[in-house]
């Protein structure tokens, strides 16, 4: 029996980083937010019957600590521990409202799930209004073993909807980067997505030489990244179901910082081949680049605005780097770029809040890179972290959190800001450094 | 000789390190004449000595193939111009080889704007060698951004080895 457990720990030793269910990314809640709403999220009833062919004595997964971990790290909620349930109600009809408003909570989730004979699941549930006793969403969701994770992340965003008004971002992806060693003490760069909340971690890139800046397409189904494979920088996009590769930009100089178009169909990228770092367009389906700008200052970290209108991006064109932005009309005509930061002397690589009015960046305050989200039609600026390292802010689809890449105990990390900064979260990968975080667009199916 | 080199690298590093990081005057006085060569050659060939001399200290150029920069300048240094002018004649001597001038940054601020930073560094050095009769064909350069730090430090002392371009020969 030991010799089995230490082989079993032998294989997630040898295969533990990519294999998928397995948490290579852990969540440590740091901060949350007082007066988050109480919930409770009753262990999902399991109609699985005993012990006969094919079936188990308890769900394939617990769908609702899945549900119950995202909402806590929405900083949004705080669930009741499950110690502290006063029943199990697996259906809205089997509910004692009394008992659970004592118990001081506003929401309950109950539900179940069913195996079918042809060996899907229907997973049901109720999200219930503890003073209005009724029920404000209820879905049944067909699902397979291996979605389930998926599953119970559809029902966090649903119950996120139905109390805050807007769409969670639980069913997303993040992209990042790795970097270990190997037992030569080599590096090992490794581009991976990963569910929202760092399960079901999936390699699609290994290279002894540095990846960089993953960008995804807005259907999820591509991702464009940054390779010096060949010995230098140059642009890939790349398939996450097939794994396959296409270089899109190998030019004498810089190949760098590609950002996928809203329409999926252009990547704004920056290029050297004429003299110095310049933002061009490049149109996937042509094959050709547009330059957007001309100076003989650095222009590089382009991102889109939500609704293609124009870009903003990294400039040096003053003294220090400051963020500018330039509108790029439907038939390719351009404006004149202006001038989008004013406070500190060192604001760059932006990404813009789904809805266009803000826009995160890395600002340097007191000798420290932090993460700032400048507010667009007031131009505040507010900054959201407190540590001296941190870089690569992004969005997530929903625009409630940010999530970035910064410094812990002297290891590269992974952290996530509400927008208002009073909820925080950091990731870490089990050992080595995680940098660059990506998040998804929504899933479109 | 590629052994040999990369041990005068080494040397010169650890020296620059025991300069940046020593705070007792003895100490640091020690350690660089130890060193070597760092700070005498600058000196030696500003002041117009014997051609032995001269070409000594050029010799001391040629050995150090790392010029260092301040943070977010890709300014040229005076240090740096000498080195670099001593690779400029022996390429510009020898067009048989080539160089390539790899440029870097440090882990502060963001990674594509190093890499566009360390791409101007690079840039910088390779402009004042063609000044001085480089042929383009001789130089290329590659920037890394931060990707590839020398020292791994989070603080000054190794950032101010991360800022740099390296000088590798090829072809000879």
């Known amino acids: ?445 | 000789m590629k052994k040999q080199l990369s041990i005068v690298l080494l040397i010169s590093v650890f020296g620059l390190m025991a300069g940046c990081s020593s705070t007792s005057k003895e100490d640091t006085t020690g350690e660089t004449s130890a060193a070597g060569s760092d700070k005498t050659s600058g000196a030696d060939v500003g002041s117009g000595s014997s051609a032995t001399e001269m070409k000594s200290g050029q010799q001391d150029a040629l050995s150090k193939r790392v010029v260092y920069f301040d943070f977010d300048s890709s300014d040229v240094t005076s240090e740096a111009r000498e080195i670099i002018s001593a690779h400029a004649q022996n390429l510009a001597q020898n067009s048989n080889l080539s160089v390539v001038l790899e440029g870097h940054a440090d882990e502060r601020g963001t990674r594509e704007y190093n890499v566009a930073l360390g791409e101007r560094r690079a840039k910088a050095v390779k402009q004042l060698m063609v000044v001085q009769g480089v042929q383009g064909s001789q130089i290329q350069v590659i920037s890394f951004g931060e990707e590839r730090p020398a020292a791994i430090g989070h603080d000054e002392s190794s950032w101010s080895l991360n800022r740099r371009v390296e000088l590798l020969y090829s072809g000879s």
């Open chain 1, 1 to 445: 029996m030991k010799k089995y457990y230490r082989f079993v720990m032998f294989l997630f030793f040898i295969f533990g980083i990519s294999r998928t269910g397995f948490a290579a990314l852990t969540i440590d809640i740091t901060q949350g937010i007082d007066g988050a709403l109480p919930i409770a999220v009753v262990p999902f009833a399991w109609s699985g019957t005993g012990p006969t062919r094919g079936a188990s004595t308890s769900a394939p997964e617990d769908i609702a600590a899945i549900v119950a971990s995202d909402l806590r790290r929405s900083g949004r909620f705080a669930p009741v521990p499950k110690s502290d349930l006063v029943g199990r109600p697996s259906h809205g009809s089997q509910v004692n409202y009394t008992a659970w408003r004592a118990l001081g909570v506003d929401n309950l989730v109950v539900g179940h799930i069913t195996p079918l004979v042809d060996g899907t699941y229907e997973v049901q549930f109720q999200l219930l209004d503890m003073f209005k006793a009724e029920q404000l969403v209820g879905y049944k969701i067909r699902s397979r073993r291996s979605n389930l994770r998926r599953t119970a992340h559809q029902i966090s965003d649903l119950i996120y909807k139905a109390l805050m008004g807007v769409k969670g971002a639980f069913d997303t992806n993040i992209s990042y980067v790795t970097v270990t060693k190997n037992r030569r003490g080599q590096k090992v760069y490794r581009l991976a997505i990963a569910d929202s909340d760092g399960f079901n971690e999936k390699v699609i890139l290994e290279s002894s030489q540095p990846l960089m800046s993953p960008s995804w397409s807005p259907n999820g189904l591509q991702i464009a990244y940054v390779s010096f494979g060949r010995g230098r920088p140059e642009v890939y996009v790349q398939s996450i179901l097939t794994g396959q590769a296409k270089r899109i930009a190998s030019y004498p100089g810089l190949n760098n910082a590609p950002a996928w178009s809203p329409d999926g169909k252009k990547l704004a990228l920056t290029l050297s081949k004429d003299g110095n770092a310049e933002i061009y367009i490049h149109n996937l389906l042509r094959g050709t680049n547009q330059r957007i700008t001309r100076n003989n200052a650095i222009d590089t970290e382009p991102t889109w605005f939500p609704d293609g209108s124009g870009i903003i991006f990294t400039s040096d064109r003053g003294r220090g780097p400051q963020l500018y932005q330039v509108k790029i009309g439907a038939n390719g005509a351009r404006g004149r770029p202006s001038r989008l930061t004013f406070e500190g002397s060192y604001n760059a690589r932006a990404s813009i809040s789904p809805d266009g009015k803000f826009v995160a960046m890395v600002h340097r305050i007191e000798g420290s890179y932090r993460i700032a989200v400048l507010e667009r039609e007031t131009g505040y600026l507010r900054v959201l972290t407190e540590s001296r390292l941190d870089e690569s802010p992004s969005f997530a689809p929903n625009g409630s959190m940010i999530i970035y890449a910064t410094e812990y105990k002297n290891r590269g990390v992974l952290a996530a800001v509400s927008v208002d900064g009073r909820a925080r979260q950091r990731l870490q990968l089990n050992q080595g450094d995680v940098r660059e975080p990506a998040w998804s667009f929504f899933k479109q199916n």
